[in-house]
């Protein structure tokens, strides 16, 4: 049984993790650029539930219904203009810029909302969960937050395979110039990928904020386990990422049961292990002979 | 040939005084020409002659260090890819180009998407070319590559373009098969689209041309109509100057 709980609540965390990643996937396959901010973007997804939205009036529970339509535009604004610029310059800029970004975002919580941990108030639901048997006990916002990420990238799967907007992302991702050719206006499709990057990653720090605590530096700590589950699933596959993520979350849960100390560690391993020994990842795209 | 229609011959594409440089190297000098409605123009010329480059500046890839291209009367030569595409200017790139995660009908589909409505449907494509409808939901990168190149050619023409620019379509393919891809041409132009192809393959460009303009080293070395041309005209042309030439040039007549 123990054994069983530590995949559940593996699978749990691993949700988190997809949540979290599929922006940086996305951002990585389509303009190949690699936000190191991408995880600061959550932390201030989690700070404006928190701190803005209750005075708009929005309660802490609803407030992605409005904070996440604001950062995918937050997202196509900072693509199209910061990110673009350090683009059209050369790839080496764009890691430089969104370090920057990153050091200056987490300074700038630090200043205004100091170090101590903050968490999003929904409640009595924090603590509910229900039985599973009598050692297994299941959170109901980890659950929700597992269906959310898998509802996510099942969305994002199929508006990418099928609608002409996803087709084009696809299409820039594969081909810049030749997508160009076929009418495509690549910064436009750089700023729409943007955008659903930060929406999502909004989510997920939404959704931290809700099962735990965070502080201005979570966001570089889960930019880490985001990248392993990126890593370990395969860059461009979504589904890869989820079971990246879920792979990490159960690493992570085996290591704690042996040993607390172990829990970061065993997910580290096991992103090295598969570095070593898949390194397209697990469901990684074949490169296609050109 | 005949095809082009008497009082209506109006010029597509005027190309003046056209320079391209990458970095410190120029491509194209000053070259100038028109292509008129309903013609196929051929670019014949050496390898690094500038065709390409030419083809792609046409396309938006580059920008032109001087000269301008102007399409159907307006000055497109500040316009970004996107927007050239948008007014009916197509390329099928040198190398095919394919989206190589995508199958065959995706590919095509990604090229009617912005592209324009007109009597090339997807459809339609899949009469050009009969062996497609079979094989359109197979991913692109296993294809031959002279299947590759009649998907490029399709993607580029469900975009309804009035002006189709073709890139080496004959490169690294099997004589049979450049055969095959070059008998769609005059189904193309029949279409009323005009076409400007680049040809390393001079017999290939010749065969279906109703214009030659030929490039050395960046510039215009010869212009004409291919029956009037003589081959030492064209070899002299494309391979550059005889002793005789060189030293014209040293001189610094161009």
């Not at chain 1, 009595?124 to 509802?151: H, K, N």
């Not at chain 2, 070259?31 to 008129?36: A, E, K, P, R, T």
């Not at chain 2, 500046?57 to 580059?62: C, F, N, S, V, Y």
């Not at chain 2, 215009?220 to 005209?233: H, I, K, N, R, W």
Request: hydrophobic letters at 45%; one cysteine or more.
């Amino acid at each position: 049984m123990t054994w069983l709980n530590i995949v559940i609540q593996g699978a749990l965390v691993g949700g988190f993790y997809a949540l979290f990643a599929c922006g940086l996937s996305l951002m990585f396959g389509v303009m190949k650029v690699i936000n190191l901010a991408h995880g600061d973007v959550a932390v201030v997804a989690g700070y404006t539930a928190v701190f803005l939205a209750p005075k708009f009036g929005v309660s802490p529970l609803w407030s992605f219904v409005v904070v996440v339509p604001v950062f995918a535009l937050l997202g196509y604004v900072v693509q199209r203009t910061l990110i673009q610029k350090s683009i059209d310059r050369d790839p080496f800029t764009t890691l430089l810029v969104t370090f920057g970004l990153s050091v200056l975002i987490e300074n700038l919580l630090l200043e205004v909302y100091t170090a101590n941990g903050q968490s999003i108030n929904i409640g009595s639901l924090i603590g509910s969960s229900f039985q599973l048997s009598s050692t297994i006990y299941i959170s109901y916002v980890s659950l929700v937050v597992l269906g959310v990420a898998v509802a996510v990238l099942g969305a994002l799967q199929i508006f990418l395979g099928h609608t002409k907007t996803g087709r084009l992302i696809r299409a820039v991702s594969d081909d810049r110039e030749a997508a160009q050719l076929s009418g495509a206006n690549y910064r436009h499709i750089f700023g729409i990928a943007a955008g659903i990057a930060f929406a999502t990653v909004a989510l997920a720090g939404i959704a931290y904020g809700m099962t735990t605590e965070f502080a201005p530096s979570s966001g570089v700590t889960n930019l880490i386990y985001a990248f392993e589950a990126v890593v370990v699933g395969g860059i461009g596959s979504l589904w890869g990422t989820l079971v990246g993520g879920i792979a990490i979350g159960i690493a992570q849960q085996l290591g704690e049961h042996i040993n607390p100390e172990y829990q970061v560690l065993a997910g580290n391993l096991l992103f090295l292990v598969v570095l070593a020994v898949r390194p397209n990842g697990l469901f990684g795209k074949k490169t296609a002979p050109s | 040939m005949s095809d082009a229609p008497t009082g209506e011959s109006s010029v597509v594409l005027e190309v003046s005084g056209l320079s391209v440089h990458h970095g410190q190297l120029c491509a194209v000098e000053d070259v100038s020409f028109s292509v008129s409605r309903g013609e196929v123009l051929a670019m014949i010329g050496a390898n690094g002659a500038g065709k390409s480059t030419l083809l792609r500046t046409i396309a938006g890839l580059h920008t032109p260090s001087g000269g301008s291209i102007s399409f159907e009367g307006a000055d497109i030569s500040r316009l970004a890819p996107h927007r050239r595409f948008a007014r009916g200017i197509s390329l099928v790139p040198e190398g095919r180009r394919l989206f190589s995660s995508m199958t065959l009908e995706e590919n095509l589909l990604v090229g009617t998407t912005k592209g324009a409505r007109g009597t090339f449907t997807i459809e339609a494509i899949y009469e050009l070319f009969p062996w497609m409808r079979e094989r359109r939901r197979s991913r692109v990168w296993q294809f031959s590559g002279g299947e590759q190149q009649a998907v490029a050619i399709g993607r580029a023409l469900v975009a309804n373009p009035r002006l189709l620019l073709l890139d080496e379509v004959s490169l690294g393919l099997a004589p049979i098969v450049i055969e095959r891809i070059y008998d769609v041409i005059p189904r193309i132009v029949a279409e009323g689209v005009t076409v400007l192809i680049v040809e390393q393959d001079v017999g290939q460009g010749l065969k279906v041309a109703t214009r030659v303009h030929c490039l050395l080293e960046g510039r215009t070395s010869l212009t004409g109509v291919p029956g009037e041309l003589s081959d030492a005209d064209i070899e002299r042309a494309y391979f550059g100057a005889s002793l005789h030439d060189s030293e014209r040039r040293a001189g610094g007549g161009a």
